[in-house]
């Protein structure tokens, strides 16, 4: 036993790392006397029963690894770690470990060791797969039926996912079944450096096929590539981040529960329409004229259909304002029938200069709504030129809305700290 990494299990006994397993019982036996909770006559005092009752744990602890051949020679060679890879641990085994060994490696194994069972218990879940899936605002409105293609593992029909003939399976000895290898690098006396690796021998799968007995159609790999054509049925007001979910449908491995392919929808910026939930959001750029006389219009709605929307002469539009159609937003999902609503705003676009002559004006200024009260200028007041400027940034008809938008109430064009003047 030369080549013992820690001794602090058989330190818990107070014996040395060449006991026989005889030497290890009475150890045992004589600790669990004087230690044992129960058996001891101090009871009562609350922190001693407490540090009695851990010391106690521990003792049983080293016991059980040290009498048990696997966990044994586990923990001579890769102490601590080896341990905890080698699902030495049960429920509850991580506070004893941080107890014995500190909190080093605590979580080293993820936490599998909680909750019972562990590693050996129950099969594994696998992965979810998880995907997105780029769908229009049309398809969430209409629904759509699409087909996806996509590679997974698929266990092997014919070994069944044993990888080879029954009894060919072969615990790897490199690794000794755990896929991992630990490798220890004394540094310097009492300290190690612990370093650990996929085993080579087996590709970490643990177990190992000699090339005559592997399967012929999976090569001993267990699973096959397989090609799958998934029906994805994208439903009637699905939402941006909505998952659709394929059972099982993952990556398949021996002795493990398939995850779920989850799609997660991602709706793609639509160029007419912007939803809100339920509602849809749309910009109509409409005239001066129809602002003041009324209009019909023709929006093409996400279905395809037109809609014809009407404004009667006498109602006025003002820049900027938004009028709703109830009932033509978003279908609600799992309930298609009850839909949203559509909101308008409109960009009402004025005239250019001077776009009609001056004895035109006066008789458009007798048909328009009279002046407000000519105001009264004191004689001292200083004149000043009102110049055309731009709003910075105001390039596309995009950012002409969205200043539109900010003044959204107001009448008149944009203003503030957002304006600058140009200099002719
Ligand atoms: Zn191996
Ligand atoms: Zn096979």
Redesign the pocket.
Known sequence: MANVVDTKLYDILGVSPSASENELKKAYRKLAKEYHPDKNPDAGDKVRDRWLYTHFKEISFAYEVLTNPEKKELYDRYGEQGLREGGGGGAGMDDIFSHIFGGGLFGFMGGQGRGGGGRNGGRRRGEDMVHPLKVSLEDLYNGKTTKLQLSKNVL?A??NGA?GKAGAVQKCVACRGRGMRIMIRQLAPGMVQQMQSVCTDCNGEGEVISEKDR?K??EGR?VNKETKLLEVHVDKGMKHGQKISFTGEADQAPGTEPGDILLVLQEKEHEGFRRDGHDLHMTQRIGLVEALCGFQLAVTHLDGRQLAVKYPPGKVIEPGCIRVVKGEGMPQYRNPFEKGDLFIKFDVQFPENNWISPEKLSELEDLLPGRAEVPVISSEAEEVDLQDCEVRGQGSAGARREAYNDSSDEEGGPHGPGVQCAHQ
């Open positions: 092997c014919s070994c990888g399967c159609k999976c267990k």
